[in-house]
């Protein structure tokens, strides 16, 4: 079964500086896709960024980035200019490509990014 | 675009009690499904649809009950609440067949707490 593992509970940085979120997953899959969602204190599911495991390349949308390492089954989360509206609850999460594994969203336990003026 | 509603937005039960919480789209996604969060666990599949009439279980589905008569509508059912269904509730719902990395989309969530 597939596992996704995120294993800082909880992050800080200050307001314009870099931080990396951590994720780990476990699958015997190749193909797949990545994910990583925010929730901010609304509660609000928002989708950051997201990664096709076939595609090398790693995916960016604008101050949001990953470093996509398939080998290592490492998909951590860049966010470079921190800004106050980045505080949230991140989520890591897998998708497999086929049969009934499509159908599943598998979350991780998230990271809390507080952001320090 | 509506987007993804979900009703009610809190709730409280006694134990013993049912009841339905609402989930509706407007984008003619083909798949919904719902998810329970809670605290140090993230978010958990209950259960989903991959369109009207076909339902099936996810992780953790003990205790609650779905149909889909529509494409629109995805109800799931608490059959008689107990504390440990105390949680956050999301229904989301995703377009473009089973294949691609379609973004899924998110209720604003229910609050529920049984007594």
């Known amino acids: 079964a597939q596992t996704v593992t995120q294993s800082q509970p909880e992050m800080s940085v200050q307001e314009a500086e870099t931080v990396t979120l951590s994720c780990t997953y476990d699958?015997?899959?190749?193909?797949?896709?990545l994910f990583w969602y925010k929730q901010p204190p609304s509660r609000q599911m928002i989708l950051v960024i997201r990664?096709?495991?076939?595609?090398?390349q790693n995916a960016t949308e604008n101050r949001f980035s990953v470093n996509f390492q398939k080998a290592a089954k490492s998909f951590s989360l860049k966010i470079s200019d921190s800004q106050l509206g980045d505080a949230a609850m991140y989520f890591c999460?897998?998708?497999?490509?086929?049969?009934?594994?499509?159908?599943?969203?598998?979350f991780g336990t998230g990271t809390l990014l507080a952001v320090q003026p | 675009n509506a987007g993804v509603t979900q009703t009610p937005k809190f709730q409280v039960l006694k134990t013993g009690q049912s009841m339905t919480l609402q989930c509706a789209q407007d984008?003619?996604?083909?798949?919904m499904s719902w998810y329970r969060q809670d605290p140090g666990m993230g978010l958990r599949l209950i259960h989903y649809?991959?369109?009207?009439?076909?339902?099936d279980q996810g992780e953790v589905p003990n205790g609650y009950n779905v149909s889909r008569s529509t494409t629109e509508d995805f109800p799931l059912r608490l059959l008689s609440a107990a504390p440990s269904q105390t949680s956050v509730y999301f229904c989301?719902?995703?377009?473009?067949?089973?294949?691609?990395?379609?973004?899924?989309?998110f209720g604003p969530g229910t609050r529920l707490t049984v007594l």
């Open positions: 999460a897998y998708r497999g490509l086929y049969g009934g594994a499509t159908n599943k969203l598998i």
């Open positions: 649809s991959v369109g009207a009439g076909i339902t």
């Open positions: 984008m003619n996604h083909e798949y």
């Open positions: 989301a719902s995703r377009g473009g067949g089973t294949g691609g990395p379609n973004e899924q989309f």
């Open positions: 990664q096709e495991a076939y595609k090398q």
């Open positions: 699958t015997s899959e190749s193909d797949y896709y």
